[in-house]
């Protein structure tokens, strides 16, 4: 019963097709994010969601677009993926609107873009 | 100016010391403050916060925070091999940004 679980672990893909990543949470968290750690270990906050709502939106590139079907999911899909895309990708999920009590992150999915 | 600040390591220690590690913040403003441990290849653990001023202690692990100086720092008592990991600083920023910032973290290494 893994609190915040994401799906795939890994993937590789070449560069230019459109992936997804999906994300669930059994905490009964209202906010759920996207963190992306790059290969330099900095983990930088992409996308923020309370209650299926986007309340944070940092610049990230148009080809990244979330969905929140309910405030226990949230997915992330990619189009016409880069190479700079290549990073794990971290889920979390926090009681409070922007995580002032803290989030709890997910098993990450690395994505690879060949 | 980087939001959060942390040295970058790796940090060695010998097995038995006490580990100190340090993070600094620039927002003036902010609230609560948090520890995360993460292991190569795995997902980052929250495993202390701290909202004031002071020592807050649990098990080995004490975090002390002084907002004055907008400083946070976490020791680990009876450093085991165990512990070698990246330890992430993370700082809630409120005043309408209402995000999590993380540092890039200390990279800590215990050795036997």
């Known amino acids: ?114 | 100016q980087k939001e959060v600040e942390q040295n970058s390591g790796p940090l060695s220690v010998p097995e038995g010391a006490i580990a100190s590690l340090n993070c600094t913040y620039s927002d003036r403003g902010s609230q609560s403050f948090f520890w995360y441990r993460q292991y190569s290849g795995k997902s980052p653990e929250l495993i202390m916060s701290i909202y004031s001023n002071g020592d807050k202690e649990d098990g080995r692990f004490t975090a002390q925070l002084n907002k004055a100086s907008q400083y946070v720092s976490l020791l680990i008592r009876d450093s085991q091999p165990s512990d070698s990991a990246t330890y992430l600083c993370a700082v809630y920023l409120s005043g309408g940004y209402n995000k999590l910032i993380f540092g890039a973290g200390t990279r800590l290494a215990v050795h036997p």
């Not at chain 1, 009681?95 to 803290?102: R, T």
Request: hydrophobic letters at 30%; one cysteine or more; a neutral charge.
């Open chain 1, 1 to 114: 019963d893994t609190a915040v679980s994401q799906t795939p672990k890994y993937l590789v893909t070449q560069m230019g097709n459109d992936k997804s990543i999906k994300c669930e949470q059994n905490l009964g968290h209202d906010t759920m994010y996207w963190y992306k750690q790059d290969s330099k270990k900095f983990l930088k906050i992409m996308f923020s969601y309370n209650n299926k709502e986007l309340i944070i939106n940092e610049t990230v590139p148009n080809r990244f677009s979330p969905k929140s079907p309910d405030k226990a999911h949230l997915n992330l899909h990619i189009n016409s993926l880069e190479l700079g895309d290549s990073a794990v990708y971290f889920c979390a999920s926090s009681q409070d609107a922007g995580g002032g009590s803290g989030a709890f992150f997910g098993q990450g999915t690395r994505l690879t873009v060949v």
